[in-house]
């Protein structure tokens, strides 16, 4: 018996739906799966007139787009086609009990071996907004970085205004160099390493710099119309102000979550941290292009890369002619601002509303108060170093303890837990051994202890932690990423933290939620987040010199004891050390 024409035509319709809707056949809360491969390769590149080989994925700078849903399952394929060990973060991302997904090299893994690959597999839980991932060992971030952007459940809408169209733009940093040749040349002589020779939008570093008109990153917009605006900071060691001459911007969402909205006409973003910004263009094309300029907001004594990236805002108009136009400039904050950016951080906090609330841990099971800032290492016998004496390297830490990389990776020792002898310890201080002047005078003796020594604690543990800058060899800002978790930002200040009477004006009622913050330059902060993702999970520096020299630690968060609250065994293709 053959089939109907209709009924045909019913299958093909319903087919057709399947493909071009696949979340339309699944239940609303679980999702679809998405796939993408990675191919690790190098690509010759060009900018600033200087042509060098850089390390990419899928050929592209910076990378592809990921893009995906709150629910939605990301199986993502990492080959390593080049000579470089490598692995991938996403950072930002929960990964409640996914965390051999999570990336570190010698953290959650051994990184992927040259003609190797790697399966990152896990689910975004909860999450809506703006992420990115980045390659996650040595300087290879440098490069190989691109946004992950998680569009909210099919159905749902955004909570402001619906956009025209959505722009991810991702400030970086170039270097004529090779990266890994400066971050080793740094490690090997002690000395800060060289600069950046430019910032970059979506990899394009603007007219501002030298041979470099051509490539200019330009955003084309119509008049009247609501533009989002994904702000990614990839940039290695610098944090950015941001600002469009003559329009202001609209804050939305701060590292994918929902913020009280406000306006500014400059944003401070730091290494790490993503913004999301509504963009409302003039009403009629005005006769003029706009500039969009980043320049770094630099409070330590190194040196650092003092230029401006520049992109070109400009307005589709029925006219071709755009050279009589006028390009107007907007006006940055002094490179040094510090009370700007404490005024502009302050102004982030949470929707905290019933569909999308502020869970800040009211009570506080387990307090910590954790220096961070630079410090020195002893020099190797007979050579002659390059840090603040011929006799010193520089170096980083938290409560003087510089973070040691290990050789095998720490949730594969903690998991397996007969490998963890020797690989590190559990000591790690929850207070400064030996308390001083934070912020004061500093004192004599500026060496660091060096180890692996992680801080253990119970499944759902409520913390609280206290960071803490230090004027050691001059304070400045530090943007501190915690893996696996976002955390409240519940208070922030200058000086060194009162704990008689700083704790009481803790905002507990709607504080931003983030996953990096800026430790105030000769400041603290304080965070709180609940201890419910069990595995090993990473806090550092997202400045990379400062991660190179030491400055971070380990979480490690036990399983509880319900099935779903422990962390799965480690999939069968986890690279090897």
């Known amino acids: 018996m053959g089939t109907s024409p209709a009924i045909v035509m019913i299958l093909f319709v319903a087919v057709g739906c399947f493909m071009a809707y696949p979340e339309a056949v699944t239940a609303k809360h679980t999702g679809i799966t998405r796939h993408y491969t990675f191919n690790i390769k190098l690509k010759n590149i060009t900018r600033l007139c200087h042509t060098k080989s850089i390390v990419t994925v899928n050929g592209k700078f910076p990378g592809p787009r990921v893009i995906t849903r709150e629910g939605d399952r990301l199986v993502v394929k990492v080959v390593n086609h080049v000579p470089n060990n490598i692995s991938i973060h996403w950072h930002g991302v929960r990964q409640l009990r996914s965390g051999w997904a999570d990336g570190p090299s010698y953290i959650t893994q051994c990184p992927i071996q040259t003609g190797h690959s790697y399966v990152y597999n896990f689910t975004i839980t909860g999450q809506r907004g703006t992420l990115f991932w980045h390659a996650h060992i040595s300087w290879l971030r ?3 970085y691109g946004p992950l952007i998680i569009l909210p459940r099919r159905n749902e809408s955004y909570p402001f205004v619906k956009p025209y169209k959505e722009v991810p733009i991702l400030f970086g940093e170039w270097f004529n160099a090779d990266p890994e040749a400066v971050i080793n040349q740094s490690l090997q002589t002690g000395g800060g390493p060289n600069v950046s ?3 970059t939008f979506n990899g394009l570093p603007g007219p501002l710099y030298n041979c470099s008109a051509k490539d200019t990153y330009k955003l084309k917009v119509k008049p009247g119309k609501t533009y989002l605006l994904r702000l990614i900071n990839a940039a290695l060691n610098d944090e950015l102000f941001f600002s469009i001459a003559d329009h202001s911007l609209t804050v939305v969402e701060a590292d994918a979550v929902y913020v009280k909205p406000f306006e500014t006409n400059v944003l401070m973003i730091t290494p790490g941290q993503t913004t999301n910004v509504l963009l409302k263009t003039k009403p009629k094309a005005p006769n003029a292009t706009f500039l969009m300029l ?4 630099a409070t330590g004594m190194g040196t650092f890369d003092n230029t401006t990236a520049a992109g070109i805002l400009e307005y589709e108009t029925p006219s071709s002619s755009l050279k009589n136009r006028p390009l107007l400039k907007p006006r940055l904050p002094a490179i040094n601002a510090t009370n700007f950016v404490a005024n ?3 102004k982030f906090r949470s929707l905290a509303t019933a569909k999308f609330p502020a869970n800040v841990p009211q009570k506080v099971d387990k307090e910590f108060f954790f220096t961070v800032g630079l410090g020195t290492k002893p020099c190797p016998n007979n050579q002659t170093c390059q840090g603040p004496t011929n006799t010193t390297k520089f170096a980083a830490s938290m409560n003087n303890i510089s973070f040691a990389l290990p ?7 903690q998991f397996f837990s007969q490998y963890s002898k020797g690989v590190y310890t559990t000591d790690f201080p929850a207070f400064p051994l030996i308390p001083f002047n934070y912020t004061g005078t500093p004192p004599n003796n500026t060496v660091v202890n060096n180890g692996t020594k992680l801080v253990v604690i119970p499944f759902n543990t409520s913390v609280e932690v206290v960071l803490q800058d230090t004027s050691i060899l001059g304070a400045e800002s530090h943007p501190l990423h915690l893996h696996g978790y976002n955390f409240y930002v519940v208070g922030q200040g200058f000086g060194n933290f009162d704990p008689e009477n700083d704790p009481p004006k803790f905002n ?8 990096t913050v800026g430790v105030p330059s000769g400041g603290w902060v304080a965070i709180r987040f609940q201890a419910d993702n069990p595995g090993v999970w990473l806090m550092h520096c997202h400045f990379d010199v400062h991660q190179s020299w030491g400055l971070g630690m380990a979480w490690v968060v036990l399983d509880g004891e319900l099935p ?4 799965p065994p480690p999939p069968s293709d986890l690279p090897k050390c």
């Open 142 to 144: 440098a490069t190989v």
């Open 197 to 199: 020779d430019a910032y």
């Open 294 to 297: 980043a320049r770094p907001y």
């Open 344 to 346: 502009f951080t302050s």
């Open 407 to 413: 050789r095998i990776a720490l949730l594969q020792s």
């Open 508 to 515: 507990l009622v709607d504080p931003v939620e983030r996953n």
């Open 564 to 567: 779903n609250q422990k962390l």
